[in-house]
Nanobody
Framework: EVQLVESGGGSVQAGGSLRLSCEAS????????MAWFRQAPGKEREGVAN??????NYADAVKGRFTISKDDAKNTLYLQMDSLKPEDTGMYYCAAYVTQGGDGLSPTYKYWGQGTQVTVSS
């Protein structure tokens, strides 16, 4: 079993920055593709960014503002979020081990964290 624990969420004003972290433990392997998703109240969960096998992929809404990275030695995934907007508000989830092909931004992952809340005020 794999455990994923997110941290780093909080409240920030528009234009500000936050850095999310996701620490993996258990039977986790550094080659697992990983991703960040978010879900706003009343909306479906959407993919934000994906990293795996030397590539990264971003949703159009966050390109140029968010950066996904991974420290394999620490089994930790990061999401640097800059120039935050009110529409970035939501619960942010870390995911690992994609089960289907594609761009990695669909919620087809086996392992999920509990989420960390991000609130951006105008």
């Amino acid at each position: 079993e794999v455990q994923l624990v997110e941290s780093g969420g909080g409240s920030v004003q528009a234009g500000g920055s936050l850095r999310l972290s996701c620490e993996a433990s258990g039977y986790f392997y550094s080659w697992y593709a990983m991703a960040w998703f978010r879900q706003a109240p009343g909306k479906e969960r959407e993919g934000v960014a994906n990293i795996g096998a030397g590539h990264t992929n971003y949703a159009d809404a966050v390109k140029g503002r968010f950066t996904i990275s991974k420290d394999d030695a620490k089994n930790t995934l990061y999401l640097q979020m800059d120039s935050l907007k009110p529409e970035d508000t939501g619960m942010y989830y870390c995911a690992a081990y994609v089960t289907q092909g594609g761009d990695g931004l669909s919620p087809t992952y086996k392992y999920w964290g509990q989420g960390t809340q991000v609130t951006v005020s105008s």
